[in-house]
């Protein structure tokens, strides 16, 4: 299975592009939402860094992973994204001040206003996968959605994303699952988290069909999501989705990869990044000029910049709140304990 | 009326909920055609379909984790697993999910779901099928954990579960599915899922038990009884959260407490229900609380079962001990 792309690294068309990639509007939104998620990013860690957000994983160079997936979602599909798709999540209608609440340390920024249905992120490496095949099942029933989650190449490792992707194949459930392939685990690096030759090629297992993409080409992520949401929307079961990136940025802020990591592969890397090469084909193709990317890079930054200040405006919950959605009903045995928290 | 064990008011309770919810779905390791290994869904799969009973892949990290994304989604799934000794795999998604999802999201998604499971010892099953780790389980904050000790309990604490808008485990005393029956009958009604039941009053002695271990329990009351002691006898029911009310009340009202579980003593649920005693009951209680229990061991394979296995002799025992201390 080769690793299939529409731009190359500068911008150049290697084959036909799908007709979405043909309409310039959609492939402005595309690049608006990966710029959005690179200003989200940095402003992310400036807050990070300066103590005034928890430790947060950057998505540096993982944009079109996360965009392209949402963008070929319908709104009433279920995202269950891992903790590095933010460009997704801000795409489906997350908003930035609920994200930096949520990386701030406040569970209200799981309370989204958005996509109500969506999952948060799932922390635990691959346990959002058998969520993903439970919501497929409750969609089956009622023949309405797709479920689609994402996680890293680490996660196809562990137990669940193989258990979870057997199911799904065993009972054609409505689902889609993504591989963010940014070469690193923390420190190991892919070559050394599997033997197998492709990420993809792990579908073989389940009976599904796996496709490798580059995902640095946020055509090429969505069209391929868009095929396999397809797929599962017939009724034809799901797909597993490699798309094939490269993580710019440490593993987390707590993170140093220095340590294990060489810089000039990073280097090396970030003439492959997905903002550019879209960026190049919008110069070349669609008339955008230094004017509407200042513009751009303008409305992103007072956009995050204003969300980061409303974040930082919001006052905690008060320590009672620890209790307020434990249980349906708090049962009497831990009232008691929620009385001794107080409003503190 | 007919009697029906506890298997059977399982069964009935299971039937009951997937024809009043249409919801209600069912799923797990051979609980279709086959029934489940105990027969606790036997018929279910021919009377609602295998859309609704389904037999899952052998995994139980999907059956729990399924649970969550179905729960989230709108249904309320009812998971079998098939025995506790390998639930370990499910708790990942039991405490880090399915008990978490209404907090993390300000109960904006939540977790209707019961992950039913059988219990204990007791009847010569191979190693790994006879554990009772349920501390483990009432230690995770959002989860509810119910051990139903008669049939009619079964019926209405698992209709209860089901109706919970919260993760509830349900672990079945295996020990108890088919010792023997009483009449259930199918009304539909739940019983309150965090209440515990004063089986019998009494005034010298409170025993508090749950699951099998309310069978010596009750064997132990009724010898104290030809001896002149008045013991009450108390089904705790629910592990988590824990009915400290009732618990209370009943050591203020005798003042001597001896608590019964199979599983092992450290850091057993005897050791928070003695904890609150001390720290709620002083003044009434007479003499220590007192707790007999499964030792620290492995659990042994059946040959050892019966040694391991808290006798009604070491309860009484414990009994006469606090009731000679004062």
């Given at each position: 299975?080769?690793?299939?792309?529409?731009?190359?690294?500068?911008?150049?068309?290697?084959?036909?592009?799908?007709?979405?990639?043909?309409?310039?509007?959609?492939?402005?939104?595309?690049?608006?939402?990966?710029?959005?998620?690179?200003?989200?990013?940095?402003?992310?860690?400036?807050?990070?860094?300066?103590?005034?957000?928890?430790?947060?994983?950057?998505?540096?160079?993982?944009?079109?992973?996360?965009?392209?997936?949402?963008?070929?979602?319908?709104?009433?599909?279920?995202?269950?994204?891992?903790?590095?798709?933010?460009?997704?999540?801000?795409?489906?209608?997350?908003?930035?001040?609920?994200?930096?609440?949520?990386?701030?340390?406040?569970?209200?920024?799981?309370?989204?206003?958005?996509?109500?249905?969506?999952?948060?992120?799932?922390?635990?490496?691959?346990?959002?996968?058998?969520?993903?095949?439970?919501?497929?099942?409750?969609?089956?029933?009622?023949?309405?959605?797709?479920?689609?989650?994402?996680?890293?190449?680490?996660?196809?490792?562990?137990?669940?994303?193989?258990?979870?992707?057997?199911?799904?194949?065993?009972?054609?459930?409505?689902?889609?699952?993504?591989?963010?392939?940014?070469?690193?685990?923390?420190?190991?690096?892919?070559?050394e988290q599997t033997r197998a030759r492709t990420l993809a090629d792990k579908a073989v297992a389940a009976g599904l069909p796996g496709e490798q993409v580059d995902g640095n080409d946020v055509i090429?992520?969505?069209?391929?999501?868009?095929?396999?949401?397809?797929?599962?929307?017939?009724?034809?079961?799901?797909?597993?989705?490699?798309?094939?990136?490269?993580?710019?940025?440490?593993?987390?802020?707590?993170?140093?990869?220095?340590?294990?990591?060489?810089?000039?592969?990073?280097?090396?890397?970030?003439?492959?990044?997905?903002?550019?090469?879209?960026?190049?084909?919008?110069?070349?193709?669609?008339?955008?000029?230094?004017?509407?990317?200042?513009?751009?890079?303008?409305?992103?930054?007072?956009?995050?910049?204003?969300?980061?200040?409303?974040?930082?405006?919001?006052?905690?919950?008060?320590?009672?709140?620890?209790?307020?959605?434990?249980?349906?009903?708090?049962?009497?045995?831990?009232?008691?304990?929620?009385?001794?928290?107080?409003?503190? | 009326?007919?009697?029906?064990?506890?298997?059977?008011?399982?069964?009935?309770?299971?039937?009951?909920?997937?024809?009043?919810?249409?919801?209600?779905?069912?799923?797990?390791?051979?609980?279709?055609?086959?029934?489940?290994?105990?027969?606790?869904?036997?018929?279910?799969?021919?009377?609602?379909?295998?859309?609704?009973?389904?037999?899952?892949?052998?995994?139980?990290?999907?059956?729990?984790?399924?649970?969550?994304?179905?729960?989230?989604?709108?249904?309320?799934?009812?998971?079998?697993?098939?025995?506790?000794?390998?639930?370990?795999?499910?708790?990942?998604?039991?405490?880090?999910?399915?008990?978490?999802?209404?907090?993390?999201?300000?109960?904006?998604?939540?977790?209707?779901?019961?992950?039913?499971?059988?219990f204990g010892g007791g009847i010569k099953a191979p190693e790994h099928h006879s554990e009772s780790m349920e501390a483990m389980l009432a230690h995770i904050p959002g989860l509810r954990v119910v051990?139903?000790?008669?049939?009619?309990?079964?019926?209405?604490?698992?209709?209860?579960?089901?109706?919970?808008?919260?993760?509830?485990?349900?672990?079945?005393?295996?020990?108890?599915?088919?010792?023997?029956?009483?009449?259930?009958?199918?009304?539909?009604?739940?019983?309150?899922?965090?209440?515990?039941?004063?089986?019998?009053?009494?005034?010298?002695?409170?025993?508090?038990?749950?699951?099998?271990?309310?069978?010596?329990?009750?064997?132990?009351?009724?010898?104290?009884?030809?001896?002149?002691?008045?013991?009450?006898?108390?089904?705790?029911?629910?592990?988590?959260?824990?009915?400290?009310?009732?618990?209370?009340?009943?050591?203020?009202?005798?003042?001597?407490?001896?608590?019964?579980?199979?599983?092992?003593?450290?850091?057993?649920?005897?050791?928070?229900?003695?904890?609150?005693?001390?720290?709620?009951?002083?003044?009434?209680?007479?003499?220590?609380?007192?707790?007999?229990?499964?030792?620290?061991?492995?659990?042994?394979?059946?040959?050892?079962?019966?040694?391991?296995?808290?006798?009604?002799?070491?309860?009484?025992?414990?009994?006469?001990?606090?009731?000679?201390?004062?």
């Amino acid at each position: 299975m080769p690793e299939t792309a529409f731009l190359d690294a500068r911008g150049e068309v290697l084959r036909d592009l799908p007709d979405f990639a043909r309409e310039p509007e959609t492939l402005r939104a595309l690049y608006t939402a990966m710029v959005r998620a690179r200003t989200f990013d940095a402003k992310a860690i400036a807050l990070q860094r300066t103590g005034r957000l928890g430790t947060y994983a950057s998505s540096l160079g993982q944009e079109a992973v996360s965009v392209g997936v949402a963008a070929a979602m319908a709104e009433e599909d279920v995202f269950l994204p891992s903790f590095r798709e933010h460009g997704g999540q801000l795409w489906r209608g997350v908003t930035p001040e609920e994200l930096f609440l949520y990386w701030g340390g406040d569970e209200r920024g799981n309370d989204f206003a958005g996509p109500r249905q969506d999952f948060p992120v799932c922390v635990p490496v691959a346990a959002q996968f058998p969520h993903a095949a439970g919501v497929a099942l409750a969609m089956q029933q009622t023949g309405e959605g797709v479920a689609v989650a994402i996680g890293g190449d680490g996660a196809t490792s562990k137990g669940d994303f193989y258990e979870a992707l057997n199911v799904v194949g065993a009972w054609d459930l409505p689902a889609v699952f993504v591989i963010n392939n940014n070469q690193w685990a923390i420190s190991m690096p892919r070559t050394e988290q599997t033997r197998a030759r492709t990420l993809a090629d792990k579908a073989v297992a389940a009976g599904l069909p796996g496709e490798q993409v580059d995902g640095n080409d946020v055509i090429a992520v969505r069209e391929a999501t868009a095929r396999a949401i397809g797929r599962a929307r017939g009724g034809e079961g799901g797909t597993l989705v490699e798309c094939v990136s490269y993580r710019l940025g440490d593993h987390t802020t707590a993170d140093d990869a220095s340590r294990y990591r060489d810089d000039a592969e990073v280097s090396a890397h970030w003439k492959e990044e997905p903002l550019i090469r879209l960026r190049n084909h919008l110069v070349a193709e669609h008339g955008w000029g230094k004017a509407e990317e200042d513009a751009l890079l303008r409305s992103c930054h007072d956009e995050i910049e204003a969300a980061a200040e409303r974040y930082l405006a919001t006052a905690p919950q008060p320590a009672r709140a620890m209790f307020a959605h434990l249980y349906a009903s708090l049962p009497e045995d831990v009232a008691a304990q929620a009385g001794e928290a107080g409003d503190g | 009326m007919a009697e029906h064990t506890m298997i059977d008011a399982i069964r009935m309770a299971l039937s009951r909920a997937l024809d009043e919810d249409e919801t209600v779905i069912l799923f797990g390791q051979d609980i279709g055609i086959d029934g489940g290994v105990f027969r606790a869904t036997n018929g279910l799969m021919q009377r609602f379909g295998s859309g609704r009973v389904r037999d899952t892949p052998l995994s139980e990290t999907v059956i729990a984790g399924m649970c969550v994304g179905a729960a989230a989604h709108g249904l309320r799934p009812v998971a079998e697993i098939q025995f506790m000794g390998f639930l370990y795999s499910a708790i990942d998604q039991l405490a880090n999910h399915a008990a978490r999802l209404r907090n993390r999201t300000r109960g904006r998604l939540s977790c209707p779901m019961v992950l039913r499971a059988p219990f204990g010892g007791g009847i010569k099953a191979p190693e790994h099928h006879s554990e009772s780790m349920e501390a483990m389980l009432a230690h995770i904050p959002g989860l509810r954990v119910v051990v139903p000790g008669s049939p009619t309990r079964a019926y209405g604490l698992l209709l209860a579960a089901i109706r919970d808008p919260d993760p509830v485990v349900f672990l079945e005393p295996k020990r108890l599915y088919r010792a023997g029956g009483e009449p259930v009958e199918d009304t539909g009604a739940a019983l309150p899922i965090e209440q515990a039941e004063v089986l019998q009053e009494g005034d010298d002695v409170t025993l508090i038990s749950w699951g099998a271990m309310l069978t010596e329990a009750r064997e132990a009351v009724e010898t104290l009884a030809d001896e002149g002691i008045s013991a009450e006898l108390v089904d705790l029911s629910s592990l988590k959260p824990i009915d400290r009310a009732t618990l209370r009340a009943s050591v203020e009202k005798t003042g001597r407490c001896v608590i019964v579980h199979e599983a092992p003593l450290t850091a057993g649920l005897g050791a928070e229900i003695a904890a609150d005693l001390a720290e709620h009951c002083l003044i009434s209680l007479l003499a220590p609380v007192r707790r007999v229990t499964g030792y620290d061991t492995v659990m042994p394979y059946l040959r050892l079962e019966a040694s391991y296995l808290p006798s009604t002799d070491r309860v009484l025992r414990a009994v006469r001990d606090v009731m000679e201390f004062a």
